[in-house]
């Protein structure tokens, strides 16, 4: 089983990437996809994740407008479309795979490890000013 993400690269300010996280030995279906991002010495951050049962998506404020998740069920890819970039957005991205939650309405699942099986090993996103 494994997640690779790609895409990540070094951009700057108001550049645009897409990363993409594909699943080999687990399939998406009936599933949260999620993208956090992580610096180092700083706790993980949830910025966005999709339910793959109802295609329900969920931003957090800081990338709300200029990012877009989306799945290919049939590759069992996820996509998370970046915008207009900035050098906050810089931080190594990692997708996650859990079981689908009843509702995003309150969120993406919190919790990297009690909320997500699997995790892929990273992809590197610099923004420079």
């Known amino acids: 089983v494994s997640l690779v993400e790609s895409g990540g690269g070094e951009v700057q300010s108001g550049g645009s990437l897409r990363l993409s996280c594909v699943a080999s030995?687990?399939?998406?279906?009936?599933?949260?996809v999620a993208w956090f991002r992580q610096i180092p010495g700083k706790k993980s951050m949830g910025i966005s994740c999709i339910n793959t049962v109802d295609g329900s998506t969920f931003y957090a404020d800081s990338v709300k407008g200029r990012f877009t998740i989306s799945a290919n069920d049939a590759e069992d890819t996820v996509y998370l479309q970046m915008t207009n970039l900035n050098p906050d957005d810089t931080s190594t991205y990692y997708c996650g795979v859990g079981p689908a939650p009843e509702s995003l309405a309150t969120g993406c699942p919190r919790l990297p490890f009690i909320d997500y099986n699997y995790w892929g090993q990273g992809t590197q996103v610099t923004v420079s000013s």
């Open positions: 030995g687990v399939t998406f279906e009936n599933s949260v």
